[in-house]
């Protein structure tokens, strides 16, 4: 794919889920690179092609009545980047399973390198394709025990909002779809395209590991399940100061050279160097939802020194932590009743000038 051409995008619909689990991501994919564009006058970039399909190509209705015309059926989508499976019905997922092409579309397509993810009770389509077994996956919170026992062999996380595991994407609740569909702007256009949609849509980015997420985008895919459990072991413990190799080996009844040595052939990292990244990666989401001193961000993500955290901070992001904070930092309404008065009062072909009243905190 041409680095400037759109990503394509198929979100599938069901019959009696909520609309939600469609709806957030279409609106999420459409409005990258093109609504924050269009609200301060700059040239549109669209950075998604998105496209809806059901089973038939025909209209299905949400749990509540509203219904959604997709433009195509699964079968007429020959290739596609991502595949997004959205929440069923209950009690018509069984026969989607069997009288559908679902299942073996998904496994033909993953086959190709097209990356697939589910929100909330659409991972289990994925989970009966079998793209799960042996790997990280969540879902609703009160569907995760009676998946647990249909597909044993899948690692089920639902204490996390959203997991990926070798090109496989899972969202949570229904709502988790938000962050799923932004934690996929962020992979595949970067930070500030990820960061610039979730502004212009008024919407947090995903948190990060230390409020709930089982993202960590920080290593390639592997097979190597010691070297997972030493992962999560650091990613559990990245905050704290006492968390050495020696002890991590330990829990895991290996050496230290063996457990340096397997973490570098499987991460691409040794494990000083990935817990820097969680460091960072953690940092940087308290730079941008708070207004925490910078010394309060280092000691937080367990740095003592924030001399050293600053210049930790800027070999990975290219920018200091205050300088990252002034660029990606929260949004603020300097004047908010004139803003609302702005909003609510100006037509809609003229609203633009409502956006000189925010800046960055």
């Known amino acids: 794919m041409h680095d400037d051409a759109p990503i394509d995008v198929t979100v599938v619909l069901f019959d009696g889920g909520y609309s939600s689990t469609a709806v957030a ?25 998105v496209r809806s399909a059901s089973m038939d190509g025909g209209p299905v209705t949400s749990a509540y009545g509203l219904g959604l015309t997709p433009q195509c059926a699964i079968d007429e989508v020959q290739r596609t980047d991502l595949i997004l499976l959205t929440s069923p019905h209950q009690n018509a997922y069984e026969g989607i399973v069997r009288k559908t092409s679902l299942v073996p579309w998904l496994r033909a ?4 390198g097209t990356l697939v993810g589910g929100v909330c009770s659409g991972v289990a389509f994925v989970a009966e394709s079998g793209l799960l077994e042996g790997r990280r996956a969540t879902t ?6 009676t998946y647990r026992q249909r597909y044993p062999g899948v690692l089920w996380q639902p204490e996390h909002f959203v997991t990926e595991d070798a090109g496989i994407v899972c969202g949570g609740g229904m709502y988790a779809s938000i962050d799923l569909s932004l ?23 995903p948190r990060h590991l230390q409020t709930g997420y089982g ?8 097979g190597d399940e010691r070297v997972r459990e030493a992962e ?23 050496s230290p050279r063996t457990l340096l040595r397997r973490f570098k052939a499987a991460t691409g990292h040794v494990p000083g160097e990935y817990v820097h990244l969680l460091r960072v990666s953690a940092a940087r989401g308290l730079l941008e939802s708070g207004t925490a001193p910078v010394q309060k961000v280092a ?19 290219g920018m200091t932590p205050a300088d990252y904070r002034s660029r990606f930092g929260p949004l603020t309404v300097t004047q ?23 800046s960055r905190a």
């Not at 991501?25 to 690179?33: M, S």
């Not at 968390?243 to 009844?253: D, F, G, M, Y």
Request: with cysteine.
């Open 109 to 112: 397509a993953y086959g190709r």
């Open 215 to 222: 993202v960590v985008p920080l290593s390639r895919p592997h």
């Open 25 to 49: 991501p279409l609106e999420v994919f459409h409005a990258a690179g093109l609504l924050w564009n269009r609200l301060h006058g700059a040239p549109e970039r669209p950075r998604f092609r």
């Open 336 to 358: 908010p009743e004139l803003a609302a008065t702005v909003v609510l009062a100006t037509p809609p072909g003229e609203r633009r000038g409502a956006q000189e009243l925010y």
């Open 299 to 317: 000691e937080s993500v367990g740095y003592e020194d924030v001399a050293s955290f600053r210049q930790i901070f800027k070999r990975h992001t």
């Open 232 to 254: 999560l072991l650091l990613q559990r413990g990245f905050d704290r100061r006492d968390t050495s190799v020696e002890q991590i080996a330990a829990q895991l009844a290996m």
């Open 183 to 205: 934690y996929l702007v962020e992979k595949l256009c970067g930070h500030e395209v990820a960061l610039e949609c979730a502004k212009s849509l008024v919407v947090s980015l």
């Open 140 to 145: 609703h919170w009160a569907l995760a025990d």
